[in-house]
């Protein structure tokens, strides 16, 4: 799969549905041109990304089509703005969103009173349960 991001001319993800954003910050890793459907978390990955690559956003199928077109031939496109987020600083590295998101998590667990844990663990056996006897 590395090869195929390494030696890609474009690479095209059109889906709204991958949770973690591998297929954007793999092509933008490896400096490619990089279209993909145009949504909010798309925009911050881009501006959160070592300016690599370039990110070309599309709306609909249709100026998909009309994008790889363009893209194909030389002629320009809307772009994101690839690391704008940064502020010429590097980007977060795995170590340090670990400790972010351990922070988060501790965060909420702190926040949560253990009542509020009890009522969630009562709703979530109730909802199984009734699962199981409608199946």
């Avoid at 890609?8 to 949770?19: H, I, N, Q, R, T």
């Avoid at 145009?38 to 501006?47: D, G, K, R």
């Avoid at 926040?111 to 979530?124: K, Y």
Wanted: with cysteine.
């Amino acid at each position: 799969m590395h090869r195929l991001y390494a030696a890609a001319k474009l690479v095209v993800f059109p889906s709204f549905y991958e949770g973690f954003g591998l297929p954007v910050v793999t092509a933008l890793a490896y400096g490619r041109t990089l279209c993909a459907r145009e949504s909010p978390v798309l925009t911050e990955v881009a501006a959160q990304c070592r300016p690599r690559g370039r990110v070309i956003p599309y709306r609909h199928r249709d100026e998909l089509i009309d994008i790889v077109g363009r893209l194909l031939h030389g002629r320009s496109t809307r772009e994101l703005p690839v690391g704008a987020a940064l502020n010429g600083h590097a980007p977060r590295s795995w170590a340090q969103m670990g400790v972010e998101l351990e922070r988060f998590l501790q965060s909420l667990i702190q926040s949560a009173s253990a009542e509020a844990w009890r009522l969630r663990d009562d709703l979530v056996s109730q909802a199984m349960a009734y699962r199981t006897v409608h199946r």
